[in-house]
């Protein structure tokens, strides 16, 4: 791995981490989605570095909980999906997706409780979570219908320059 | 001719998520909730509420909720905070535990110490649940 490859990892998920608990006070509004799809169409696989940088350091912050099982798969979901429409720029495109993501969030973070009371516990999370999927679904729209292009700017502006700079 | 069924895909894409959105939130609210307070329920639970040199409170909850949590919260017996291990609950009955004096809400079941937290207890017909408030950590 290369210098510059650390130091965007570095200061990306610094930058994850910053938001995450900027927002935490809102819930189920966030910009870490928007992010990592960021990072996932600027720097490719170099972002699971930095969705596990994030998750590391949440786990260090508040402690281990059922909450950092899901982490270790949610954002990777995220991730991997947008590895898939990675050629795709348009907001709207991006804001759906992110929107079905915030809506399907309930679902993914579901599956440990899966093992630990079985099908009936899953699904009662999964129902008892249905409003706040809903707030997620609509934050995570707007958020991405409305910031998607000038991050998206910004970001290739940076990696533009730091390649600049290198080379 | 482009543009135009990509206008067409962008509003479908958005009213499709929407539609489910709403959907989801309408079956939460008029077929989950609405039907959970419309019938008396199927579960019938014992809550003792012990404090220490008091009466032993008793209360039978009839209800449908799948978790402890839910249950006592329809009857409004709980308050607490939210922590990274589930809720916490900080107050039984209007009585609060004091973090001055060490106190806590301990749950045990049949008198049975639970490994789970309150919104993980999965309630079934005739279970006993008691609330016990706690000196010392």
Same mark, same amino acid.
């Given at each position: 791995?290369?210098?510059?490859? %650390?130091?965007?990892?570095?200061?990306?998920?610094?930058?994850?981490?910053?938001?995450?608990?900027?927002?935490?006070?809102?819930?189920?509004?966030?910009?870490?989605?928007?992010?990592?799809?960021?990072?996932?169409?600027?720097?490719?696989? $170099?972002?699971?570095?930095?969705?596990?940088?994030?998750?590391?350091?949440?786990?260090?912050?508040?402690?281990?909980?059922?909450? #950092?099982?899901?982490?270790?798969?949610?954002?990777?979901?995220? %991730?991997?999906?947008?590895?898939?429409?990675?050629?795709?720029?348009?907001?709207?495109?991006?804001?759906?997706?992110?929107?079905?993501?915030?809506?399907?969030?309930?679902?993914?973070? #579901?599956?440990?409780?899966?093992?630990? /009371?079985?099908?009936?516990?899953?699904?009662?999370?999964?129902?008892? /979570?249905?409003?706040?999927?809903?707030?997620?679904?609509?934050?995570?729209?707007?958020?991405?219908?409305?910031?998607? $292009?000038?991050?998206?700017?910004?970001?290739?502006?940076?990696?533009? $320059?730091?390649?600049?700079?290198?080379? | 001719?482009?543009?135009?069924?990509?206008?067409?895909?962008?509003? !479908?894409?958005?009213?499709? !998520?929407?539609?489910?959105?709403?959907?989801?939130?309408? !079956?939460?609210?008029?077929?989950?909730?609405?039907?959970?307070?419309?019938?008396?329920?199927?579960?019938?639970?014992?809550?003792?509420?012990?404090?220490?040199? *008091?009466?032993?409170? *008793?209360?039978?909850?009839?209800? @449908?909720?799948?978790?402890?949590?839910?249950? !006592?919260? *329809?009857?409004?017996?709980?308050?607490?905070?939210?922590?990274?291990?589930?809720?916490?609950?900080?107050?039984? @009955?209007?009585?609060?535990?004091? @973090?001055?004096?060490?106190? +806590? +809400?301990?749950?045990?079941?049949?008198?049975?110490?639970?490994?789970?937290?309150?919104?993980?207890?999965?309630?079934?017909?005739?279970?006993?649940?008691?609330?016990?408030?706690?000196?010392?950590?």
């Amino acid at each position: 791995m290369r210098t510059k490859d %650390m130091v965007i990892i570095g200061i990306m998920s610094a930058l994850i981490i910053t938001v995450q608990i900027g927002l935490a006070f809102l819930p189920n509004i966030e910009l870490v989605s928007l992010l990592i799809i960021l990072c996932t169409i600027v720097y490719r696989w $170099k972002t699971l570095f930095i969705i596990y940088v994030f998750v590391i350091v949440e786990v260090l912050i508040y402690g281990f909980g059922i909450w #950092s099982i899901n982490y270790l798969y949610i954002w990777t979901v995220l %991730m991997l999906i947008t590895m898939l429409f990675r050629n795709k720029r348009s907001p709207f495109f991006w804001a759906i997706l992110s929107g079905a993501y915030g809506l399907s969030f309930g679902t993914l973070c #579901s599956v440990p409780y899966l093992f630990i /009371g079985g099908i009936p516990m899953a699904v009662s999370k999964i129902i008892s /979570g249905i409003p706040f999927d809903v707030v997620h679904c609509i934050g995570n729209y707007v958020i991405a219908l409305v910031l998607f $292009k000038p991050l998206y700017r910004f970001l290739e502006w940076i990696n533009q $320059k730091g390649n600049d700079l290198i080379s | 001719m482009k543009e135009r069924k990509k206008l067409l895909m962008t509003v !479908l894409g958005t009213l499709i !998520l929407f539609s489910v959105a709403f959907l989801l939130l309408y !079956l939460f609210y008029f077929k989950v909730l609405k039907a959970d307070t419309a019938s008396e329920g199927s579960k019938e639970i014992l809550i003792q509420v012990i404090v220490p040199d *008091e009466e032993v409170l *008793e209360f039978t909850i009839i209800t @449908n909720a799948e978790t402890l949590r839910e249950a !006592l919260d *329809e009857k409004k017996l709980i308050g607490g905070e939210e922590s990274i291990y589930g809720f916490l609950i900080t107050e039984v @009955n209007g009585r609060k535990a004091d @973090n001055s004096k060490q106190e +806590w +809400w301990c749950i045990t079941k049949d008198g049975e110490f639970s490994d789970y937290g309150v919104d993980m207890l999965i309630i079934q017909d005739k279970d006993k649940y008691e609330l016990t408030l706690m000196e010392g950590y």
